[in-house]
């Protein structure tokens, strides 16, 4: 179906359901229950899972098959933020316009650092794209502040002209992002009993355009263009003795994953209108690099997972501070309470990068493939102890 | 496949699902709430937004600090600090309005994207309805326009730079730190005073805004005594050793030097500048100085030694009663509270947000209301003393808190790690008051305030 094998086909409606019904799944705790700390189904944190997953899936399509692993990815994503606000602050706050112009300049700015950085390989393209990243990361701080904002980020103003909108709302601010009148802000919420459910127009919108990448991505793995960006991957040398040039392959490849990270920046300020430079910093970029390997290179779903994951540590870890730990310990003797509270507080609050750490070490160490090597082991072992008790409990079977 | 012929069941099927289809909108309700989080229960939640991790960490530890005492002090708890000496007496430890102020905590990581996150984060799940804390401009700028968006209010910590509450400007957004201009106006009669007013100077900036504003205020003031302006370098963010911008100094027929940096950077460049022998340095005849505009006293305990004698600008210090009276009132109440609980004297990024809650928390007190507009309404014009500042006025043009400006210089015998500075003058709030279009905060807006939902 739409030109998927049944596998895929399977994958994407999984893919889907989980987007669609996300706002549900990851709110499993009631509102009341010390255990809500863990609920990440608020629109921020769902935006975030499906942006930044739209960022790993495309970083993936360069680094899981061609295997070139870019360092400077975060810059795509920081100049389609710029692009996109510029947009909104000279056209339309219609989000169409900024989210298409963020790809088309992430798409540009790609080609030419591409051009340039895939003329070396291996880890002088990464050293390359690395420096890219963070020369474009010192313009918008600095050199560039007229353009950028610098420090305190790009921002709407309410004398920007918006030819094509208003300038200032009739209550006197600025407007917000909309797409055709529907503001990506406007949330419907369901309570059900104890439970709140929100549902956001903007995490909604996100989320169409991540299924779309997602299919996409799908798409190019099983092309024939995909296979010759494995290729490369496998031995780039033995392709070039073929008489097969390797370059248009890998640049396309950058190009279209520099393409993702724009969509992701357009999107970004489509959520919030804001750009700010620190979007770019060698973090940002080292990031994605984790998102994708923590989830499993070169697999389709993976970085999805590892997106998720990363930012559900960031966003829900880094707020249990020690007052919440006291909350969750009270019921322990005041001694016994202090040394649990002080064994577990080094790794949430501030300390999250701890946690994810030793989580990132484990996952490379014992599960190379990342967390779905992990999901299809858990898989065989059932499987596998399914089969066995199938051929255990036959001859218990009466032969009649 | 079968052919669609319409069965009893298929029929009923489709009935079901259509009528669901049709009640489903109305067990969806939009938020119903005359403005954004507004608080129902018992309790009312208040985000504290402040820097855990990063550059600012330390100054971020020391305003959480100051908001759980302030949090346990509108809760009646503790001594009350500085709820004694405001000169509104609305408060009385019964929480705000009578609800009990419960808190949420989040990182900035002096990074705009995490600082926006975690306010959103604060908004959209935990309810706020104001958020406070944040110790650089950058991330003020950023989550004070989130909030305007968003509906609630934002009282920014510690951002010095003039475009807080210049050209980023934000109707629901209030600042009671002091900034660059005044920075600049404060410092330039001391320095005139104390070491001429035929100085030659020479910048180093560090490269963001902040550093921009800040020169230009320091620069137009000094010039306006008669200094005059050698050089300006820009010096990148974080840069770790300033030497080779410092080589050139001496060189330059310079005899005073302005480090426009803040933190570690300014830990960093001024320890350069000592090893260099800039302080004992002669220059056109006299002795070479070194100005730092804006002081901490936690980047003075990070310089060490190499603060002695250096001149620079404060909000405020835990001192200021002790010294001058009790026109500052105030001060004592809270560093007692505050050291009693912690054990050391707080630093002016605690102070500024301790203020700031228990400014809100009377504003709704006055206003009778959560609503932002009605908070607005109330802090717009507000004349008040007793939080250790002297009397104080929040401008209602540009939403400033305007009061006197403490000028400091690094003691030369310390005598223990808390009393690194003292305090040479206070410039009184006349000399640092600035029309609120002055041209170094022209091109902002405060547009209307905004109570979302």
Same mark, same amino acid.
């Given at each position: 179906?739409?030109?998927?094998?049944r596998?895929?086909?399977?994958l994407?409606?999984?893919v889907?359901?989980?987007?669609?019904?996300?706002?549900?799944?990851?709110?499993?705790?009631?509102?009341? %229950?010390?255990?809500?700390?863990?609920?990440a189904?608020?629109?921020?944190?769902l935006q975030r899972?499906?942006?930044?997953?739209i960022f790993?899936?495309?970083?993936n399509?360069l680094?899981?098959?061609?295997?070139?692993? %870019?360092?400077g990815?975060?810059?795509f994503?920081?100049?389609?933020?710029?692009?996109g606000?510029?947009?909104?602050?000279?056209?339309t706050?219609?989000?169409?316009?900024?989210? &298409?112009v963020?790809?088309?300049?992430a798409?540009? =700015?790609?080609?030419?650092i591409?051009? =340039?950085?895939?003329r070396r390989s291996?880890?002088?393209?990464?050293? &390359?794209?690395?420096?890219?990243?963070?020369?474009?990361?010192a313009l918008?701080?600095s050199?560039?502040t007229?353009?950028?904002?610098?420090?305190?980020?790009?921002?709407?103003?309410?004398?920007?002209?918006?030819?094509?909108g208003?300038?200032?709302t009739?209550?006197g601010?600025?407007?917000?992002?909309h797409l055709?009148?529907l503001?990506?802000r #406007?949330s &419907?919420?369901l309570?059900?009993g104890?439970?709140v459910?929100?549902?956001?127009a903007g995490?909604?919108?996100?989320?169409v355009?991540?299924?779309?990448a997602?299919?996409l991505a799908?798409r190019l793995?099983?092309?024939p263009?995909g296979?010759?960006?494995r290729? =490369?991957?496998s031995?780039q040398?033995r392709?070039?003795?073929?008489?097969?040039n390797p370059?248009?392959?890998?640049?396309?490849a950058?190009?279209i994953?520099?393409?993702?990270a724009?969509l992701?920046?357009g999107l970004?300020?489509?959520m #919030?209108?804001?750009?700010?430079?620190?979007?770019?910093l060698?973090?940002?970029?080292?990031?994605?690099?984790?998102?994708?390997?923590?989830g499993?290179?070169?697999?389709?779903?993976?970085?999805?997972l590892?997106a998720?994951?990363?930012k559900?540590?960031?966003s829900?870890?880094?707020?249990?501070n020690?007052?919440v730990l006291?909350g969750?310990?009270?019921f &322990?003797? #005041?001694g016994?309470?202090?040394?649990?509270?002080?064994?577990?507080?080094?790794f949430?609050?501030?300390?999250?990068?701890?946690?994810?750490?030793?989580?990132?070490?484990l =996952?490379?160490?014992?599960?190379?493939?990342?967390?779905?090597?992990?999901?299809?082991r858990?898989?065989?072992?059932?499987?596998r102890r399914?089969?066995?008790?199938?051929?255990?409990?036959?001859?218990v079977?009466?032969?009649? | 496949?079968t052919?669609?012929?319409?069965?009893?069941?298929?029929?009923?099927k489709?009935?079901a699902?259509?009528?669901?289809?049709?009640?489903?909108?109305?067990?969806?309700?939009?938020p119903?709430?005359?403005?954004? *989080?507004e $608080?129902?229960?018992?309790?009312?939640?208040?985000?504290? *937004?402040v820097?855990?991790s990063?550059?600012y960490?330390?100054?971020?530890?020391?305003?959480?600090?100051?908001?759980?005492?302030v949090?346990?002090?509108?809760?009646?708890?503790?001594?009350?600090?500085?709820?004694?000496t405001?000169s509104?007496?609305?408060?009385?430890?019964?929480g705000?309005?009578?609800k009990?102020? /419960?808190?949420?905590?989040?990182?900035t990581?002096t990074?705009?994207d995490?600082?926006r996150?975690?306010?959103r984060?604060m908004? /959209?799940?935990?309810?706020?309805?104001?958020?406070?804390?944040?110790?650089?401009?950058?991330?003020?700028?950023a989550?004070?326009a989130?909030?305007?968006?968003a509906?609630v209010?934002f009282?920014?910590?510690?951002?010095h730079a *003039?475009?807080?509450?210049?050209?980023d400007?934000?109707?629901n957004?209030?600042?009671?730190?002091?900034?660059?201009?005044m920075?600049?106006?404060?410092?330039a009669p001391?320095?005139?005073?104390?070491?001429?007013?035929?100085?030659?100077?020479?910048?180093?900036?560090?490269?963001?805004?902040?550093?921009?504003?800040?020169?230009?205020a320091?620069?137009?003031a000094t010039?306006?005594k008669?200094?005059?302006t050698?050089?300006?370098?820009?010096?990148? !963010?974080g840069a770790?050793?300033?030497?080779s911008y410092?080589?050139?100094?001496?060189?330059s027929?310079a005899?005073?030097?302005v480090? !426009?940096h803040?933190?570690g950077?300014?830990v *960093?460049?001024?320890?350069n500048?000592?090893?260099?022998?800039?302080?004992?340095?002669q220059?056109n005849?006299?002795?070479?100085?070194i100005?730092?505009?804006?002081?901490?006293?936690?980047?003075?305990?990070?310089?060490?030694p190499?603060?002695k004698?250096?001149i620079?600008?404060q909000?405020?210090?835990?001192?200021?009663?002790?010294q001058?009276?009790?026109?500052?009132?105030?001060?004592n109440?809270?560093?007692?509270?505050f050291?009693?609980?912690?054990g050391?004297? $707080?630093?002016?990024?605690?102070?500024t947000?301790?203020?700031?809650?228990?400014?809100?928390a009377?504003?709704?007190?006055?206003?009778?209301?959560?609503?932002?507009?009605?908070v607005?309404?109330?802090?717009?014009g507000f004349?008040?003393d007793?939080?250790?500042?002297?009397?104080?006025?929040?401008?209602?043009?540009?939403?400033?808190?305007?009061?006197?400006?403490?000028v400091?210089r690094?003691?030369?015998?310390? /005598?223990?790690?808390?009393?690194?500075?003292?305090?040479?003058? !206070?410039t $009184?709030?006349?000399?640092?008051?600035? $029309?609120h279009?002055h041209?170094?905060?022209?091109?902002?807006e405060?547009?209307?305030?905004?109570?979302?939902?």
């Open positions: 179906m739409l030109g998927l094998t596998k895929d086909f399977q994407l409606l999984i889907i359901g989980l987007t669609m019904f996300a706002p549900f799944l990851l709110n499993p705790f009631p509102e009341t %229950s010390a255990l809500a700390q863990f609920n189904g608020y629109p921020d944190l899972f499906v942006i930044f997953s790993a899936i495309g970083f399509i680094f899981g098959l061609t295997g070139y692993l %870019s360092f990815h975060a810059a994503i920081g100049i389609g933020s710029y692009a606000v510029w947009m909104m602050k000279l056209l706050m219609n989000i169409i316009p900024a989210i &298409l963020s790809i088309l300049v798409a540009l =700015v790609s080609l030419i591409g051009y =340039v950085s895939l291996g880890i002088y393209f990464s050293i &390359l794209t690395l420096a890219f990243a963070q020369m474009c990361y918008a701080y050199v560039l007229p353009i950028t904002g610098g420090e305190t980020g790009l921002q709407l103003r309410l004398n920007d002209p918006r030819i094509l208003e300038s200032v009739e209550a601010n600025i407007p917000v992002p055709f009148g503001e990506t #406007d &419907l919420e309570a059900l104890n439970w459910f929100t549902f956001n995490y909604y919108i996100a989320a355009a991540m299924i779309l997602f299919y799908i793995f099983r092309s263009f296979i010759m960006l290729a =490369v991957k031995n040398q392709m070039s003795y073929t008489g097969l370059k248009p392959y890998t640049l396309a950058f190009v994953s520099g393409m993702y724009g992701a920046g970004m300020v489509a #919030d209108p804001l750009a700010g430079a620190e979007r770019m060698w973090t940002a970029s080292g990031e994605v690099v984790l998102m994708t390997i923590l499993g290179a070169g697999t389709l779903i993976g970085p999805v590892g998720g994951v990363i559900y540590f960031e829900i870890f880094s707020t249990i020690r007052t006291e969750w310990f009270a &322990l003797p #005041d016994l309470e202090n040394v649990v509270i002080s064994m577990i507080y080094p949430v609050g501030k300390g999250w990068h701890l946690t994810l750490g030793i989580m990132f070490m =996952v490379v160490i014992f599960l190379p493939g990342g967390l779905v090597e992990g999901g299809q858990l898989g065989r072992l059932f499987r399914g089969k066995r008790d199938a051929a255990e409990g036959d001859p079977k009466p032969a009649e | 496949m052919k669609g012929t319409l069965s009893r069941r298929g029929l009923l489709a009935g699902v259509t009528g669901a289809g049709l009640a489903l909108p109305t067990i969806f309700t939009s119903a709430a005359a403005f954004t *989080n $608080p129902t229960g018992d309790s009312v939640t208040l985000g504290f *937004n820097p855990q990063g550059p960490a330390d100054e971020g530890a020391d305003q959480l600090r100051a908001l759980e005492l949090a346990e002090h509108l809760n009646g708890g503790g001594d009350g600090g500085m709820m004694q405001f509104s007496q609305t408060l009385e430890g019964n705000i309005m009578g009990r102020v /419960e808190f949420v905590t989040g990182d990581a990074n705009t995490r600082a996150a975690s306010a984060s908004i /959209e799940k935990d309810g706020a309805v104001m958020i406070t804390g944040g110790s650089s401009s950058g991330p003020a700028v989550v004070q989130l909030c305007q968006d509906g209010i009282m920014a910590g510690l951002t *003039n475009d807080t509450t210049g050209k400007r934000r109707a957004g209030f600042r009671h730190f002091f900034n660059s201009y920075s600049g106006a404060a410092l001391i320095l005139a005073d104390q070491y001429g007013t035929d100085r030659k100077a020479y910048y180093l900036t560090a490269d963001y805004n902040w550093g921009y504003t800040t020169e230009q320091v620069q137009e010039e306006s008669g200094w005059e050698v050089e300006k370098v820009l010096t990148p !963010v770790g050793d300033f030497s410092i080589t050139p100094v001496l060189q027929g005899d005073t030097l480090l !426009v803040y933190g950077d300014m *960093n460049s001024l320890t500048a000592v090893q260099f022998g800039l302080r004992e340095a220059a005849g006299r002795d070479f100085q100005v730092v505009p804006l002081y901490s006293e936690l980047m003075a305990r990070g310089a060490g190499n603060i004698g250096i620079g600008s909000n405020w210090d835990w001192k200021l009663e002790n001058l009276g009790a026109k500052y009132t105030g001060t109440a809270f560093v007692r509270s050291g009693e609980k912690y050391f004297p $707080p630093s002016q990024a605690a102070h947000v301790y203020c700031q809650v228990m400014l809100y009377d504003a709704v007190n006055r206003a009778g209301s959560f609503n932002p507009c009605a607005v309404e109330a802090l717009e004349e008040f007793g939080l250790g500042n002297g009397p104080t006025l929040y401008r209602a043009d540009d939403h400033q808190c305007f009061k006197d400006v403490v400091v690094g003691k030369e015998n310390p /005598e223990n790690e808390f009393d690194l500075v003292e305090i040479i003058e !206070v $009184p709030v006349e000399q640092v008051t600035y $029309p279009d041209p170094q905060f022209a091109g902002g405060l547009g209307a305030c905004n109570a979302g939902a």
